[in-house]
Each structure stands twice: as C-alpha cells, then as structure tokens.
T-cell receptor, first 112, second 113 residues
Framework: DAGITQSPRYKITETGRQVTLMCHQT?????MFWYRQDLGHGLRLIYY???????DKGEVPDGYVVSRSKTENFPLTLESATRSQTSVYFC???????????FGEGSRLTVL | AQSVTQLGSHVSVSEGALVLLRCNYS??????LFWYVQYPNQGLQLLLK????ATLVKGINGFEAEFKKSETSFHLTKPSAHMSDAAEYCC???????????WGAGTKLIIKP
C-alpha cells in the first residue's frame, strides 16, 4: 500500500538504552522529516532530509541521530534515551513544490 | 522572529454551531499557510492550504479559511460543527528556508452534543 509507515507504534524503554524508530514512505518524496509532539508545544522539528545522504538539524536535534541511505527510509535513533525524550514522534514526507506534508501515524515512546 | 500563534489550546462548541479556530502568523513568514487536522491516535492530515491566488480557501469536510494579510491571520471556520469534527487542529506556515514548516501549538476542538 502506498503511504508512510512508522514502526514501532508503541515502545517502552529504559534510560540509557538505544532506540531506533523506523520510517518508510512509498511516494519517493525527496523531503522527509522527524517531529516530536509534546503537550503544550507545537510540533518541533528534530531532523530533516532533503534527499538521500543529505540530512540537517532542526529545532531540537540533541540526543538524536538520523541517516538516509535510501530515499524511502529515514530512521531516527536515540543513542542513549532519557526521560525527557518521552514523546510522540511523527515522521513526514513531502515535496517542496506543494508544501504539503504527509504524516505517519506516530510512534509513542516512553522512557522509564 | 518567525512564528505562528494559535489562540486557545481548547475550543468548545455545540453541535451545529459555528466553528472558529484562530491562527496568526508573524509578518516574516511567507504567505504559505496550512491547516492540518489530527484525529486521536492518528497522524496529521492536510485540511487546506493557502499559497497564492484566492484568499478564501476551501478544504475538506466543509472547512474553510481566509488569508488576511492586513491582519496577518488565517482563521479556520466551519458553519456547522459535527461530532466527527472533534480533533486537534494545527496551523502552520512555510518558511523560505529549507522547506521547514513553523507550527502553532495546536487547538483541540471539543464538540458538545
């Protein structure tokens, strides 16, 4: 099915562990984004990618690592999870031409 | 500084009443503006967008928004609320820097029966 999928949808981990959230899109969109959503805040951009092998920091990149070896995949890694990284993470993709973003269903991460 | 501001973290209306969700943007944000809707446990989906041309923009599910440059506003309206409209609504503006959206904090729309 065409679309953008995130996995896992729900994850509970412990402080200090490494966690990877996966994102896969089937549209061949050039741009991909990772956001976090927390109560009282709008979506905050963690990292984005303009194309394969091109990534850049967003507003809140500390503690996160991304890679994009293939256009369709954009994994987000928390190298050493902290409680402050408990959040809902959204992956999105889009083209610069329309400005529209297509979102995954989100990954709810709890760090104990 | 570039910013998008949504007035009211929660808005409650009765079923059948007018829905008005407010969004203001800083004048430094280029006039590419969006409203997204997020239903519970789902990702965001585009409701409508303004890029150029007509300032009254119609979206899905009977929503519309009007771009008012003089007021730096892009308020979202719907004449008659339905229970299925209960969701989180997010306003966003597109920067001219590396295709990044600036997001408002979101407004949760509550529909009273």
């Amino acid at each position: 099915d065409a679309g953008i999928t995130q996995s896992p949808r729900y994850k509970i981990t412990e402080t200090g562990r490494q966690v990877t959230l996966m994102c896969h899109q089937t549209w061949s969109h050039s741009y991909m984004f990772w956001y976090r959503q927390d109560l009282g805040h709008g979506l905050r951009l963690i990292y984005y990618s303009a194309a394969a092998d091109i990534t850049d920091k967003g507003e809140v990149p500390d503690g996160y690592v991304v890679s994009r070896s293939k256009t369709e995949n954009f994994p987000l890694t928390l190298e050493s999870a902290t409680r402050s990284q408990t959040s809902v993470y959204f992956c999105a993709s889009g083209t610069q031409i329309t400005g529209e973003l297509f979102f995954g269903e989100g990954s709810r991460l709890t760090v104990l | 500084a570039q910013s998008v501001t949504q007035l009211g973290s929660h808005v409650s209306v009765s079923e059948g009443a007018l829905v008005l969700l407010r969004c203001n943007y800083s004048s430094s944000v280029p006039p590419y503006l969006f409203w997204y809707v997020q239903y519970p446990n789902q990702g965001l989906q585009l409701l409508l967008k303004y890029t150029t041309g007509a300032t009254l923009v119609k979206g899905i599910n009977g929503f519309e928004a009007e771009f008012k440059k003089s007021e730096t506003s892009f308020h979202l309206t719907k004449p008659s609320a339905h229970m299925s409209d209960a969701a989180e609504y997010c306003c966003a503006g597109l920067t001219d820097s590396n295709y990044q959206l600036i997001w408002g904090a979101g407004t949760k729309l509550i529909i009273k029966p």
